[in-house]
DNA sequence: CTGAAAGCGCTTACAG
DNA sequence: CTGAAAGCGCTTACAG
């Protein structure tokens, strides 16, 4: 069933039918209940190639998941408690505006000629990335090519940085650090550790950053000692605090996220250690374990929900107006207080 | 950049492009060298619609993640740790075979539009169903249209049944419910509830089926009393081990899923009881969050992973070979013990 | 081995 | 308000 046959039935040209379809004004009212019958009858929805090669707006948005940690894993993605929630909100925002979403996922860096050749032939008229290192080169190269980008946590240098022409979408990872760090300062810690993320990653950095300030602005020195460089899983989280507790003795560490974290309390109880009354942790993220974690995790919860739909529906915006516009969110943060953070008493 | 164009600058016919784009065998080697010189260097990647409509195979599938539970909450699919590594999997599988996922939710009857549209409008050529009530009526009409259909944890009631005409993707849920029931009794348990999840759904009748089975089968008489109705969120199983303990004391308790299984475990320590001391309770699904409960889960393992794997393979090979074939898997489950369950002594 | 031409199913100026 | 026609960018018989 095509629009020619319906046109038939209905006793009209396919310029009407099409007319209809596409809710245009110069149509009798009569002609169009008539055409709008046939078309129910026979179940017909045109075809969407045809439409999109006769020049009608494609709606099909790529969600790309950046995710290069864990490649040995049979699954790579399955553990992420960080994707998950952000892909239902984006299909969720972009089905309500009759957007339908492509979702993959980006392993290793070969996995992006897939990614460019869905914006090349025209299956995506945009897409979301997340999970890329800070200046993703890639994600920088689709932007220059003029497609519409929106990107979840990396930084713009300025105005010739290729991500000033796109919408960016940030959590307040420097603050949240900041505070976390801080919050343990205010419970009389001093000797505070820092396990760090993946480097390559803005939210790292940034964190990173934040405890340093926050430690710099309450006169405690920075020892190099007490940060270690994590890569934001959990067995990562492991080793780095077995590495830590072998030569310190923080009274507290402030992982730069909840995986980590998972893994920091498995390494310290095999040290014999209690949390929090001999060690306090905190986390970031707030994931959905975190919660259920004994004792339960206190971290820093990042909007990730609010920042999928933020992403999606200025995104969706751009594609319907046609126009690549720049937009710079930074989401504020909040601590979650939980069961990991213990008051020192001197 | 199109194919005229790269024939142009090549000095051939748009046909012979195509050729050389569509790996046909007769073209001469040094013709194909000269068009692919040309098509990499002017980046040029065939329009995916103008392919489609000129008869190329579509390679993109449909994912429809079918969850009515969560009315309310702003988003309705990110608490789910099952949906997410199943859809991870699936893209990875079908991103290997040069396929796309275009993945959304159902969250209501009426959503089922968006997927009967993508269908008719061939933008997708199959579709992987997961989630769905038994005898999902949207999903047996698309069967019958004749659409290429993969549906995960659906029975098949016979040779007329629509899903007889498509590859069906269950585990055992009889079977693991019985080993759970078994386990439980072979600890010395006697007086076991049971709390079912959505008995609208295939795996939640047959875990219901399989606990009184293993019941009957060892002499043990089933009382309704002790089974309650539940409907596979963390809340339901919450209230639901509320009610039941108001008025009956089991010694353990299997619950249809490990999301009810964590509502249970709080409903459990507010009567002040003691998990496994007091009561022994065991889940189904072994979720990610499982291993993490203290006491940590004991459970049913589904291997959604492989489920997942061999859905999304065999709906490839059935658009490949175009032909909608009919296969029934059913997946063997494994009984993973962790510290929920106590033996009793008497 | 290669090219000219028809056709896939639409939309959209262009006439009237 | 409506229709005939061109065109979107490909693929694939059909000739040669």
Redesign the pocket.
């Known amino acids: 069933m095509?629009?020619?046959e319906i046109a038939k039935i209905a006793g009209?040209?396919?310029?009407?039918v099409?007319?209809v379809?596409?809710n245009y004004?110069?149509?009798?009212d009569e002609?169009r209940k008539r055409v709008l019958h046939v078309i129910k009858e026979y179940n017909y929805v045109?075809?969407a190639s045809?439409?999109m090669?006769?020049?009608?707006k494609n709606k099909i948005l790529g969600l790309f998941i950046i995710d290069r940690k864990n490649e040995n894993s049979f699954n790579k993605m399955c553990t992420s408690s960080y994707f998950s929630p952000f892909s239902s909100v984006v299909i969720d925002v972009a089905n309500k505006q009759q957007y339908n979403v492509l979702n993959s996922i980006v392993n290793e860096n070969t996995d992006f000629t897939n990614v460019r050749e869905l914006f090349l032939n025209k299956t995506i008229s945009a897409g979301i990335f997340i999970g890329g290192k800070n200046n993703e080169p890639a994600i920088m190269e689709l932007i220059e090519s003029g497609y519409k980008i929106a990107v979840i946590e990396q930084e713009v240098a300025g105005e010739q940085d290729p991500f000033s022409k796109c919408i960016v979408v940030n959590s307040d990872s420097f603050g949240g650090a900041y505070e976390a760090t801080k919050y343990l300062i205010t419970l009389g810690h001093v000797n505070i550790a820092h396990i760090s993320g993946d480097m390559e990653q803005l939210t790292a950095i940034s964190r990173l950053e934040g405890y340093k300030k926050a430690m710099v602005d309450t006169g405690i020195s920075i020892k190099s000692n007490l940060i270690i460089k994590g890569n934001y899983t959990e067995d990562s989280g492991y080793k780095a605090t077995k590495k830590l507790l072998q030569k310190e003795t923080p009274t507290a560490i402030f992982l730069a996220n909840d995986s980590m974290a998972i893994g920091a309390m498995k390494a310290i109880e095999e040290s014999n250690l209690k949390i929090p009354d001999d060690i306090s942790i905190i986390g970031f993220d707030d994931i959905e374990v975190a919660r259920y974690l004994e004792p339960a995790l206190t971290t820093v919860r990042v909007p990730l929900l609010q920042m999928a739909s933020v992403a999606t529906s200025n995104l969706i915006n751009a594609n319907e107006e046609n126009v690549n516009f720049y937009a710079n969110y930074k989401m504020s943060i909040e601590l979650v207080i939980r069961n990991t953070c213990r008051k020192l008493v001197e």
Chains 1, 2 share one sequence.
């Open positions: 095509n629009a020619s009209v040209s396919r310029s009407t099409s007319r379809i596409n004004g110069n149509v009798t002609t045109p075809h045809a439409q090669l006769a020049g009608k």
